[in-house]
């Protein structure tokens, strides 16, 4: 089996957030143990599983997700690397429809009027391919959007994070995560959380929020950290702008908008509100391509 690692909500190698991919030929999925080895052995904030369902009258394609210690219900950033990797491969052309622990969630090549749509190559343009290995894709997920619950903020979030909480939401089961407003894009970019005190908060995790310092290339920023799963910060999370869009959607007037993770690797999300789903858009490269040596284990 081949194992790619791509990095996802990014134009370019070495930005962004890395995935690995796993595509596994069709059957049922691999025991939870092996699944759950390899992607401590990668060591990535997620490893994608995903197998063909050729019968499945509603879903193409069976789609997991691991951090190297624990399944989660949703990603996004994986999602979008595995939704590159079938279509560089040809295994998959079009809309892709993934059946996971989320439901269907699809997958489908942006359109040229997509914000982040590559631009069409020219016959002067210059050659990208020492930049861009496997050619830069803009794919659009579809995913639930998570209902937001304002909640008192939690005894200890301000003394774990080392900022003072405006807000703070609970984000539903699917994503999991405590949402924290903040004061301004320099307090978001300037946290050094103390890290155990955030695996202690009572959420898998914390998504930090605030709007741009300037209108621009984007409306808001967030930074997320989840070392309780074995993350201390995701690079770029997808699944977090589930959340992000319903909260600034309407306080910034409009149903599409852009998010910037200030992560050290950077990133970002085109986001799209439409009631109870958000489109999420965002562009992804494959770094490396490689062959996985150990044989899948049964259940």
Not at 59 to 80: I, K, Q, S, Y
């Given at each position: 089996?081949?194992l790619?690692?791509?990095?996802?909500?990014?134009?370019?190698?070495?930005?962004?957030?890395?995935?690995?991919?796993v595509?596994?030929?069709?059957?049922?999925?691999?025991?939870?143990?092996?699944?759950?080895?390899?992607?401590?052995?990668v060591n990535?904030?997620?490893?994608a599983?995903?197998h063909?369902?050729?019968?499945?009258?509603?879903?193409?394609?069976?789609?997991r997700?691991?951090?190297?210690?624990?399944?989660?219900a949703?990603?996004?950033?994986?999602?979008?690397?595995?939704?590159?990797?079938?279509?560089?491969?040809?295994?998959?052309?079009?809309?892709?429809?993934?059946a996971?622990?989320?439901?269907v969630?699809?997958?489908?090549?942006?359109?040229?009027?997509?914000?982040l749509?590559?631009?069409?190559?020219?016959?002067?343009?210059?050659?990208?391919?020492?930049?861009?290995?496997?050619?830069?894709?803009a794919?659009?997920?579809?995913?639930?959007?998570?209902?937001?619950?304002?909640l008192?903020?939690?005894?200890?979030?301000?003394?774990?994070?080392?900022?003072?909480?405006l807000?703070c939401?609970?984000?539903?089961?699917?994503?999991?995560?405590?949402?924290?407003?903040?004061?301004?894009?320099?307090?978001?970019?300037?946290?050094?959380?103390?890290?155990a005190a955030?695996?202690?908060?009572?959420?898998?995790?914390?998504?930090v929020t605030?709007?741009?310092?300037?209108?621009?290339?984007h409306d808001?920023?967030?930074?997320?950290?989840g070392?309780?799963?074995?993350?201390?910060?995701?690079?770029?999370?997808?699944?977090?702008?589930?959340?992000?869009?319903?909260?600034?959607?309407?306080?910034?007037?409009?149903?599409?908008?852009?998010?910037?993770?200030?992560?050290?690797r950077?990133?970002?999300?085109?986001?799209?509100?439409?009631g109870?789903?958000?489109?999420l858009?965002?562009?992804?490269?494959t770094?490396?391509?490689g062959?996985?040596?150990?044989?899948?284990?049964?259940?």
């Amino acid at each position: 089996m081949r194992l790619r690692i791509v990095d996802a909500f990014t134009d370019r190698p070495f930005a962004g957030n890395p995935a690995a991919v796993v595509l596994l030929p069709s059957g049922p999925f691999p025991g939870d143990r092996w699944l759950g080895q390899v992607a401590a052995e990668v060591n990535l904030s997620e490893t994608a599983f995903a197998h063909p369902l050729p019968d499945a009258p509603d879903a193409d394609w069976a789609l997991r997700w691991f951090t190297p210690t624990t399944e989660v219900a949703m990603c996004g950033h994986a999602t979008l690397a595995t939704a590159h990797v079938l279509h560089a491969t040809g295994a998959a052309t079009g809309t892709i429809r993934f059946a996971t622990r989320s439901g269907v969630l699809t997958a489908t090549p942006a359109t040229p009027a997509s914000p982040l749509a590559p631009a069409p190559a020219t016959s002067t343009s210059t050659s990208t391919s020492t930049t861009q290995p496997s050619g830069a894709t803009a794919i659009t997920l579809d995913f639930p959007t998570a209902p937001l619950t304002p909640l008192e903020i939690p005894h200890g979030t301000g003394a774990a994070l080392g900022a003072t909480p405006l807000a703070c939401y609970d984000t539903g089961p699917q994503v999991g995560d405590l949402l924290v407003e903040l004061a301004d894009e320099a307090t978001v970019r300037g946290l050094n959380p103390d890290l155990a005190a955030v695996a202690r908060l009572p959420h898998r995790g914390v998504i930090v929020t605030a709007p741009a310092r300037t209108p621009g290339d984007h409306d808001f920023v967030s930074r997320f950290f989840g070392p309780a799963s074995g993350i201390d910060e995701d690079p770029v999370t997808g699944s977090a702008h589930t959340a992000l869009a319903p909260l600034w959607s309407p306080r910034l007037g409009r149903t599409e908008l852009t998010g910037l993770q200030v992560s050290a690797r950077g990133g970002r999300v085109h986001v799209h509100l439409r009631g109870d789903r958000t489109l999420l858009t965002g562009q992804a490269v494959t770094v490396i391509d490689g062959e996985l040596l150990t044989a899948p284990e049964a259940n």
